[in-house]
């Protein structure tokens, strides 16, 4: 993965000559990762990029989800269990709720 620091997409020329290399980039800002360009091809719909990426995101986010799962034990809870554990948190939202 190639590397542009915020202050560098004052610079277009550099900014071009990074995405037509290597076809993505992550802008940083002091040290720390925070947007990423994607070169577009040509009549490549931005909004369908956009909305892969989107399920791309979801993909990774429930695989998180299933390991931390399978670490933690809870990949094993009864139907019984879930059920449980989904009222529990439901009256304890009620109850924040009702507090002003």
Request: glycine share 4%; aromatic share 2%.
């Amino acid at each position: 993965m190639n590397y542009l620091a915020v202050k560098d997409l004052k610079a277009p020329k550099l900014v071009r000559e990074t995405l037509a290399a290597y076809g993505t980039a992550l802008v940083t800002n002091n040290g720390k990762p925070m947007a990423m360009l994607i070169d577009l091809a040509e009549g490549e719909d931005p909004e369908q990029l956009a909305e892969a990426i989107r399920m791309a995101r979801a993909r990774l986010a429930l695989s998180d989800l299933r390991t931390s799962s399978r670490v933690k034990g809870t990949d094993k809870l009864s139907l019984n269990q879930i059920t449980s554990e989904i009222r529990a948190a439901r009256a304890e939202r009620k109850t924040r709720r009702a507090i002003p």
